[in-house]
Each structure stands twice: as C-alpha cells, then as structure tokens.
C-alpha cells in the first residue's frame, strides 16, 4: 500500500500536469483519406483523429484545381461525421510534375488564379484548412520556387484572415537542390508532414525497407527528422509519415536487400476491396500468415520471402505493428509532432488503433516523459 503522503504527493503531481500550460501535448494522429477509398473514414474511430486530410485535389499549370474527386458534393456524409466529431478536415493540394511546377509559378495570372481558388476552398464551413502536396524531385527552375514561396506567404496570410482562421500545412519531401522549401516558407505551416517512407519504390534496384527507421539508406526517419529540424521546423509540429503499404519484389536471391529482377509490385497491410483497389490485391498479412516474417534490426522494419510457382526468389518489405512500435519510442523519445498514416484504410485499423493506444499515457511516469 502506498503510504498516504505520497499519494497526497502524487494526486498533486497529477493535477500540476494537467493545469500546467507548459504541458507537452500527447502524440498527434493524423492520416490521409484517400478518394479511392471512399468508404474508409466509416470505420476510423474518428473521435480519436487529430487531422484528416482528404486527399486529393490535383493543381493544373493554369492554377484551377482540375481534378476533385467528388468534393465536396459526394462527401456530405463525411463531413457531417467530421462536424459531429470535431475532427479537423483538410484539403490536399497536389502538384507532381516539374514541367506544371514551371508553367504555373511563372505565371502571375495561373498564381492568382490558384489563390482564389484554393481561397474558395479553404472558406467553406467544413473545412479546417488546406495542405499542400507538391512533389517535384528535380527540375523545379529557381524563378518558378521563388515565385511559390511567395505564394505560401500570401496564401497563409490569407487563410488567418477568414473567420475562423484556417490551418496550412505541407507535405515535405526529400530535401534536394532544388528544394521547394526553406526555413522562413516552412515558418509559415501550422505543421510540416515530412516525406518518411518510398526509401525503397516500385522500380528500386534492390529490394529494401520502405520506411526504415536508421541505417543507411538515402531517406530514413532520423534522416527526415534531421532534415526539418535543419530547416527550422519546431519538434512539435513535425509530423513523421507511416505508409501502411510495402513493396514485393521478384529478387536474384535469398538475401535480404537482393537485387531486383523487375518493377515491384505494391502491397497492402490487410486485404482490400477489388472495387476500391483493383490492381493492389497482395495483403501484406496473408503473406506473413502464410510464409513467417523477419525483423530487420538494422533498418527497423520487416520483410518476408517465399518461392513462387514459378521457382523464382520472391521479397516484399512493410511496416508491422514491431516496425511501428520502435518508430513510436523514436517519435516519442524525439518529443516531435505525431504520425501521419498514407492512407486511412490499407489496414483495417490495425496498426492505426496499436498507434492510438501505445501514444497515450500509461502512467505517472509517461506523463513525467511529456514534460
């Protein structure tokens, strides 16, 4: 039994926590609800979720938003769930080309033109903010960046204008030479979601991990973290991303990491739906079931490996529930924002739901750690 002065000192410690406003936040749960997945958000427990981004709406060179998936006429029901939960809702922009990169952010009319609309978007009573997804890995001209940039500032100044002020964040990915971002851009964003996964890809020249906590691969999430805090991104706003998806190679060999004979293909972590997903039907946990799975210390993830009909070698790479709980403590240890999931729904809510209950405190001491 615990003497009766150090529960009175406990119950104290307790109540400082929870009054303290210097008290740290618990882990975010963020994650992107993918178009293709239309009915996944059904069975998040969304009560739970700090952040939804919808995701997509595709950006074309004349500033319009070409492509939007419905949004938001086909998503009332949606959006009635997030009012009703209290559950931010953001838009995804997304832009994945240089050559659309160059021709927009040249152009002072295709600039404008992406403001109001993204503007118009962001005003609607549902939604919470906008989040920018611009992937361009090379090619980007230093006038079209300079021209971005000073969108983001007056689309951020913008978006504090309405009532009630809207979120903007981004999606950062691996930093290159002509990097799409830098320390006073990344100032700007309510949070910064940074590129954590696609190590290895499709057309990879060997088989490896797709979300690889360390080692030395060119992208892990020590390496991203480095990165954004390079850049000046506050820990607590810097969101690491966790793909609930892998990569299957057919591979020379036995060993692990063995060079690739042909493009991969792309997995998933539970089965699912032909309709939804037609061409991604390998569950990464019938896999397991039906060939074991292997640890990788070094990187931090797991692979599997079996020989197919065909006699040939074949690997595929994921993240499992041992992967994630080490990527949780590093999170945890870093005192950094969260975890984003890429999508909502390619698990079933498997690994999600173990984030949401390994993320919360378990003890006085876990609420200690916080501080």
């Not at 152009?107 to 118009?120: C, F, G, I, R, Y």
């Amino acid at each position: 039994m615990i003497p009766r002065g150090w529960r009175i000192f406990l119950v104290f410690c307790l109540m400082a926590w929870n009054l303290s406003p210097a008290t740290a936040q618990p882990l975010k749960a963020m994650g992107y609800l993918a178009w293709w997945m239309p009915q996944s958000w059904q069975t998040l427990p969304l009560q739970e979720i700090d952040r939804l981004f919808f995701f997509e709406l595709k950006v074309d060179a004349s500033g319009a938003i070409s492509e939007r998936h419905g949004w938001p006429e086909q998503w009332g029901e949606l959006q009635q769930a997030t009012q009703r939960e209290k559950v931010p809702l953001d838009l995804t922009l997304t832009l994945f080309d240089s050559e659309t990169f160059n021709r927009l952010f040249s152009s002072p009319q295709a600039v404008n033109k992406l403001l109001t609309d993204s503007l118009e978007l962001a005003a609607h009573p549902n939604v919470s903010g906008l989040h920018l997804d611009f992937e361009i890995y090379g090619g980007a001209s230093s006038k079209a960046i300079t021209s971005y940039k000073a969108f983001l500032a007056q689309l951020s100044q913008q978006l504090r204008r309405l009532s009630p002020s809207r979120n903007l964040s981004v999606f950062l990915p691996v930093q290159t030479d002509d990097a799409l971002y830098d320390a006073p851009s990344l100032g700007l964003m309510d949070w910064v979601v940074s590129q954590s996964y696609d190590a290895h890809y499709r057309s990879s020249k060997n088989a490896g991990p797709v979300a690889p906590l360390a080692g030395q691969d060119g992208l892990t999430w020590e390496k991203a973290m480095s990165d954004a805090l390079g850049l000046g991104v506050p820990r607590n706003r810097l969101i690491l991303t966790f793909p609930l998806y892998g990569y299957e190679w057919i591979v020379k060999d036995k060993q692990a990491r063995s060079p690739t004979q042909q493009p991969g293909l792309t997995t998933t972590f539970s089965d699912v739906d032909k309709e939804f997903l037609p061409d991604v039907q390998i569950s990464i946990t019938q896999r397991v079931r039906q060939f074991g799975a292997t640890h990788d210390p070094s990187s931090g993830s797991s692979y599997y490996q079996f020989q197919n009909e065909q006699g040939q070698q074949v690997q595929g790479w994921f993240e499992d529930w041992w992967s994630l709980s080490r990527k949780i403590d590093f999170v945890k240890a870093e005192k950094l924002g969260g975890l984003a999931f890429f999508v909502f729904g390619y698990d079933k809510e498997q690994l999600l739901g173990y984030y949401l209950y390994q993320k919360r405190p378990k003890s006085l001491i876990d609420l200690i750690n916080l501080q």
